[in-house]
């Protein structure tokens, strides 16, 4: 069948004056307006296309694909506010609609706003909802301890930054676990760390233990070819110095330092880390 929200694979049925008419393996037809049709193409030949509602409520098909689609979350643009709520750019013509409902704090135009798009049963349309918790389940969960996940930065709090975990679940990484730039909207890789009473998810970029080794001595052999061969850094520095000059933790510095060191790619003296 058609998926209203998604990319579908379809193949052209027949061209009219209006654009060509497309099908799937159920029968079931959606246009493909002029502006879209391929300058070259035969009957029967298959296309993806992002089908949606046009301004008259009609399914129509498109070769644009939009910055989100059913199902997603993403960081979209408010290009207006009417009296019926906020429009938002998400990469077609006509653009993507949040109702005044759907707004964790009320939108305003140029202000950009993390989202997720999703299907109203009741109208039959793409919709968004900046109130993106309530598309998320921890009740059960489809990840263990030690999974490495897709991440998407979702909002700050006291105590760290909220992420989507696999567009399903929602976690937390600790504010000390953070050891470089993130913002909201980012896609990240991470691993659940712990989980806690209630399926609470305790997330950390990166990877876990022995695992996160290999990531962080070739960020520690990146600094020292990019420095001559010489790291200022040592075992006994300062936690918030190696956070600002390598963007990870004590702990995972002295375990990739001792990586290099039995590798014999590195040499540790008194004053710093030196290339072997």
């Not at 900046?130 to 006291?158: C, G, Y």
């Not at 990166?206 to 990019?226: F, H, K, V, W």
Request: charged letters at 30%.
């Amino acid at each position: 069948m058609i998926h209203l929200g998604q990319i579908n694979t379809l193949e052209i049925l027949r061209e009219t004056d209006h654009g060509v008419y497309l099908i799937d393996d159920e029968d079931n037809e959606v246009l493909l307006p002029n502006r879209y049709v391929p300058e070259a193409f035969k009957i029967w030949d298959k296309i993806d296309v992002f089908v949606y509602l046009d301004n008259e409520e009609r399914p129509v098909a498109s070769t644009d694909f939009p910055y989100i689609t059913k199902g997603d979350f993403a960081v979209l643009r408010c290009n207006q506010v009417t009296e019926y709520g906020a429009f938002l750019d998400w990469g077609l013509v006509k653009e993507l609609f949040c109702p005044f409902k759907e707004q964790a704090f009320k939108m305003k135009p140029g202000g950009w706003y993390l989202v997720h798009c999703y299907l109203d049963e009741k109208t039959d349309r793409l919709v968004a909802s900046s109130k993106t918790n309530r598309f998320l389940d921890n009740k059960e969960l489809t990840v263990a301890e030690f999974d490495e996940v897709d991440l998407i930065v979702s909002h700050p709090s006291d105590i760290g930054m909220n992420v989507i975990v696999n567009k399903r679940h929602l976690g937390l990484i600790y504010k000390d676990q953070v050891f470089k730039d993130i913002s909201v909207g980012d896609r990240l890789k991470g691993i659940v760390k712990k989980i806690r009473p209630g399926n609470k998810l305790d997330i950390a970029l990166g990877q876990i233990g022995y695992r996160n080794i290999e990531p962080n001595a070739e960020r520690i052999m990146q600094e020292l070819d990019d420095n001559d061969g010489y790291l200022n850094l040592t075992d006994k520095s300062d936690p918030e110095a190696i956070k600002e000059q390598l963007q990870m933790s004590k702990k995972n510095f002295k375990k990739a330092v001792g990586s290099l060191y039995k590798q014999r790619l590195i040499e540790i003296k008194p004053d710093g880390i030196y290339l072997v």
